[in-house]
């Protein structure tokens, strides 16, 4: 089976697939399904799924749109770029991303600080052969 490098490449490749027809392309979403094979309801994820397993990590009940928050926030904190955040999130734009997780990025200017004040000494000539 072909690697995919997100979900949403997985999706778009059922979705978009030429090879497949209706049945196959829902079983292949079959994880979006319940053991009967009928639309999973996302009320019952939530309830007796993620709160669940919240309850038994012991973590504070959270909405489940925000883990998708805390990944995208997660692979910016790691350095991650951020490009790769966009495709990992489908957002349609870059804009989207950086608008969404702009916060998150390091503001480490100390990388930059002084770059365009120009050389730190006094003597002319050395200005001219540091530049």
Known sequence: MKKFESIMDFLTH??????????????????????????????????????????????????????????????????EDLNYVKQQLGHHSITLTCDTYGHRLKNDRRAVDGLLDGPKTQDPEKMVADW
């Open 14 to 79: 059922i979705m978009e697939s030429d090879e497949l027809d209706d049945e196959e392309r829902l079983s292949q979403l079959k994880l979006f399904l319940t053991p009967a094979g009928s639309r999973l309801d996302p009320s019952n994820l939530r309830k007796k799924v993620f709160y669940k397993a919240l309850g038994v990590a012991e973590l504070r009940r959270v909405r489940l749109h925000d883990s998708r928050h805390s990944f995208g926030s997660l692979l910016i904190e790691k350095g």
